[in-house]
């Protein structure tokens, strides 16, 4: 008998976000259609710990418009980590610049602050860390490194909501920080993302960018300053955000539990390490990940079939985007060996002891084999 699918995200929704998204759609119109926002954008400003936060319809608009009113345009480059989902180098080519893609650490996974300083040119731009999977950038060098040359580092938290660096939440140490709501993520607004900043001229620069170029200082209605963008969260979507940022902290446990079984299940099998949990601070362990060492002989091709033929959903390890048919190949060695031996495991929040152990019983007969 097949056994039942295990998926490998899924958001939670509870009786408190559909009744707020229904009082959005039932009376969040006229002088009221921006209710939801405006609290959403405020009570995630004080959960992050930044003054500024925008609500828009993707992490993807955020990171345009953040590096759009960082000025970053032709002829200009943008170091960032080659391992990474292809929405955070999206903008950067839109704007018309050119993407430095640099090795990861192999412990982190996350970009290498020695191949950021090695990349760094008189036409660096931006230094994007972004936090993979949960995992942690080495913050303190990165932005040691944008003291050093003047460049502003930005973080994309799109995978790390609930990590914690130091004492710091992720998202809230570089010139602005951009988060993901899609329904892949920790919690969730359907689509949707947020911009967040501490600095005011930024931020007055990117609310006049969001709403397409109207500046909230303008009296004149219906008249932009500068061609801009419209990349807003409804007030429906917001609404299910609040609900969601209610239980923030019960989303996160939840997520940092799920981890931690997968961690107890796989300890003791040689060469199989888990997403690193910081020396100082949290992962907020959005998507549990296993590399196995080369010795182990495990790879992503062997465990994706051997998962699909239990029913289980597993998703691979990013590919290097410098190895994606647009841009060109660059060498580096960690982010084009790691996703061949590496897998990204079933994490939704309703996610049972049962269906855990099935996933761990999978990897466990790889190494019986
Ligand atoms: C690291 C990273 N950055 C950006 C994004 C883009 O998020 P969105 O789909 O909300 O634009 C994602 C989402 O998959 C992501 O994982």
Known sequence: MT?????YTKPSITELEVRYATDAATHGWGERCYEYI???EGEFADYLGVRYAIATSSCTGAMHMGLAACGVGLGDEVILADTNWIATVAPVVHLR???VFVDISPDSWCIDPC???????PRTKAIVAVHLYGNLCSMKQLLALGEKYDIPVIEDAAEALGSVYVDRRAGSLGKFGVFSFHGTKTMTTGEGGMFVTSDATLYDHVLTLSNHGRSRKQAKQFWPDIVGYKYKMSNIQAAI???QLERIEELIVRKREILNIYRQGLAGLAGVTMNPEPEKGVNGAWMPTVVFAPETNVTRDGLQAAFASENIDARVFFHPLSSLPMFT???NPHAWDIPGRAINLPSYHDITPKEQARVIDVIRAKFRA
């Open 3 to 7: 056994q039942s699918r295990i998926s």
């Open 38 to 40: 405006d609290r959403f």
């Open 97 to 99: 610049a050119t993407p």
């Open 115 to 121: 191949a950021v300083e090695r990349a760094i040119t």
């Open 241 to 243: 955000g609040c609900g």
């Open 329 to 331: 190949p660059r060498d």
